[in-house]
């Protein structure tokens, strides 16, 4: 289609290749316009069966390869006072996923990491925000069919909505929309709110255990995660009154 693209062959995860990537981009084109973070592999196993190299993996390729290509973009984009970027985050990171503990994390990171980008680089004509995609890529191809029977019609398309809204934010005009976080399925586009406070209690200035589990069990309460219907996962079913309250009996350990 007229364009051009260079190759640049190597691990993100390694802080030097993410320096040699942007210098690469900046001698081969005159400046770096945008960023898109768009790289990740997966490990799938319960929280409580995975290995060490399993949780470090992941975390290191979605997570630490993110912040390398960041942390040398951001440099090259303040030296410029202009640039856009866009991390690539997962429902996971918004929602969990409960055999993807190490991918959830690394995700819900890359979130966090948007957002603190975002409030440091828009005094540099910078914007910042994150994509949420949900197609079916390479990537999605390796779910275990539970998996993959648990995802809607609209998460089983092409990544064309994908590639389009990641355009859009790489949008000069858009420059002011910066810090936040869009989810594309199908042909359905939204934008989701950061986590805020939904409930509060003030306690007295002396307050008790039974104050506090009062609190949480009666006042405060909880907002099921939405997956839990969706995947249709059992909840924890609450212990005996009394055997929870002396639990909170003893030395702190």
Not at 106 to 119: D, F
Not at 177 to 205: C, H, K, M, N, Y
Request: aromatic share 6%; proline share 4%; charged share 20%.
């Amino acid at each position: 289609r007229g364009g051009r693209a260079v190759a640049h062959q190597h691990d993100v995860v390694s802080f030097d290749a993410a320096a040699d990537l942007v210098r690469r981009a900046v001698e081969e084109f005159g400046s770096l316009d945008g960023l898109v973070t768009c790289h990740g592999i997966l490990r799938e196993r319960m929280i409580f069966n995975m290995t060490e190299d399993e949780w470090d993996s992941v975390v290191s390729v979605h997570l630490k390869g993110t912040f390398n290509c960041v942390r040398f973009a951001t440099e090259q984009m303040r030296r410029q006072r202009g640039g856009s970027i866009v991390l690539l985050s997962s429902a996971a990171g918004l929602e969990g996923s409960p055999a993807q503990a190490n991918y959830a994390a690394a995700k819900a990171g890359v979130v966090g990491l948007a957002q603190s980008t975002a409030l440091a680089m828009g005094r540099y004509g910078v914007n910042v925000n994150c994509v949420v995609p949900s197609a079916a890529t390479r990537m999605t191809s390796r779910l275990t069919e539970r998996m993959q029977a648990s995802r809607p019609d609209a998460e089983r398309q092409g990544p064309e909505l994908v590639a389009t809204l990641i355009r859009a934010l790489l949008d000069p005009a858009n420059r002011h929309i910066t810090g936040q976080t869009f989810t594309a399925a199908g042909r359905r586009l939204a934008r989701w709110a950061p986590p805020q406070e939904q409930e509060s209690v003030r306690l007295a200035d002396e307050f008790t255990y039974s104050d506090v589990t009062g609190a949480v069990r009666q006042r405060l309460g909880a907002t099921p995660l939405r997956r839990f219907a969706a995947l249709g996962l059992p909840t924890p079913a609450a212990a005996d009154h009394q055997t929870t309250d002396t639990l909170g009996v003893g030395d702190g350990t």
